[in-house]
């Protein structure tokens, strides 16, 4: 074995315990989840979709008068209880099509729990509660992986395989 595929094996060995400190040790508060939009079982789909298409969300949670998370509305859940079904969204109420008791996320989960719900269960988007199951933020898997370019800035930010790697800093229009 060469001298450089030596250094290589440790800095990759390096970077893989990185990885894992931060994946066990860091909490799913880190991931900076966005603000939830709230809204109720009777709110129409199309008021949802709105709301989730001006702010940019891929998903809106769904709660009751206390506040409480009880549902959870996601594009899938447009697409393949809305659209597919031929269902009017002037019509149909959040309550007929949401996803009801989702699974959620605390502040002091581990990101790994995180990553494991979202790629075990197949979820894009976890809503984040607070110890009275209240929604506090929505986990996506974009968070995830904005935090993984901050972590691993040279790894995550390149361009295709075998092409270089650039730089954190270096910005260019591609």
């Known amino acids: 074995m060469s001298e ?11 970077e893989f315990r990185k990885l894992e400190d931060a994946l066990l040790g860091n909490t799913v508060k880190l991931l900076a989840p966005s603000e939830p939009i709230k809204l109720t079982p009777e709110t129409t789909v199309e008021e949802a979709i709105t709301k989730m298409v001006d702010n940019r969300r891929a998903a ?3 709660v009751d008068p206390d506040g409480r998370l009880i549902g959870i509305f996601t594009e ?46 197949g979820y894009r988007t976890v809503p984040l509660v ?17 935090w993984l370019a901050e972590i691993f800035p040279e790894a995550v930010l390149n361009l295709r395989p075998g092409d270089k790697v650039k730089r954190p800093l270096q910005i260019d229009a591609g």
Do not use: W
Request: aromatic fraction near 4%.
């Open 76 to 121: 899938h859940d447009f697409l393949t209880r809305v659209v597919r079904r031929g269902r009017d969204p002037r019509q149909t109420r959040l309550g007929e099509v949401m996803t009801a008791d989702p699974e959620a996320l605390a502040p002091q989960d581990r990101i790994c729990h995180a990553v494991n719900r979202m790629h075990t269960a």
């Open 4 to 14: 450089f595929q030596d250094e290589y094996s440790e800095s990759l060995e390096g």
């Open 130 to 146: 607070d110890a009275s199951h209240r929604p506090i933020g929505i986990v996506t898997v974009n968070d995830v992986v904005g």
């Open 60 to 62: 809106a949670v769904v």
